[in-house]
Every structure is written in structure tokens, then in C-alpha cells.
């Protein structure tokens, strides 16, 4: 018992170690301007890198993954509905449709799904 609790300091004291020296040794010392700038085969940027994201446009993508990821939950219940019953086949797959059409009736009324205003 002392012995597993002797290596499991050992090993805490040792990681702590690894991290404090790997924490001093990687900090960068001098903040260079050039370096900072973005790379533009060598000249000067025409405009900052920095451009406003459209946020619209995030939420689009968004939605647009989650859609994704609902459609390849979906595309195996054709497959399960051989090998289970049709009764509990049909509640689970109209349960599930029936939550994702409450989702999209929702972002709908939110007004997500409009491009502009």
C-alpha cells in the first residue's frame, strides 16, 4: 500500500517537473512586429488580416452540420427496420422526426434560417 502511494507521488512530482521546465522553455521572449504580420510573398498587406467574420454566416454552417449529422442518424433506421418490429421501429423514427421538425420549426421562428434581414 505505501508502496503505491510512494510511485504515485513520485509519479505526480515528476509530471509537475516535466510541465513547470516545458513552460519556461517554450515562452517566446521578443515579440517581433514582422513576425506577427501576415505573409504576403513578402510585401506589405494591402488590408488587415483581421477581416470581420459574418456571423450569419457561422450560424449557418452550423445548422447546416447538425442537419448533416441528423441526416446520417437517420439514413440507418431503412436498414433497422428489417432485423426489429414495426411498431418500435415507427414510434422511434417518428419520434425522432418529430423532434428535428420541433428544431426547425424553432431556428424557422428564431429567424436563423433567414440569409438577410
Not at 5 to 10: C, E
Not at 68 to 81: F, G
Amino acid at each position: 500500500m505505501y508502496i503505491m502511494m510512494f510511485i504515485t507521488i513520485i509519479i505526480i512530482m515528476l509530471s509537475i517537473i516535466i510541465m513547470l521546465i516545458a513552460s519556461t522553455l517554450s515562452k517566446k521572449e521578443i515579440e517581433n512586429r514582422e513576425k506577427s504580420s501576415p505573409f504576403e510573398c513578402g510585401f506589405d498587406p494591402k488590408s488587415s488580416a483581421r477581416m470581420p467574420f459574418s456571423l450569419r454566416f457561422f450560424l449557418i454552417a452550423v445548422i447546416f452540420l447538425i442537419f448533416d449529422v441528423e441526416i446520417a442518424l437517420l439514413l440507418p433506421m431503412t436498414i433497422i427496420i428489417m432485423s426489429s418490429s414495426i411498431f418500435s421501429w415507427f414510434i422511434i423514427s417518428m419520434s425522432f422526426l418529430f423532434i428535428l421538425l420541433i428544431g426547425l420549426y424553432h431556428e424557422w421562428i428564431q429567424g436563423s434560417l433567414n440569409w438577410a434581414n
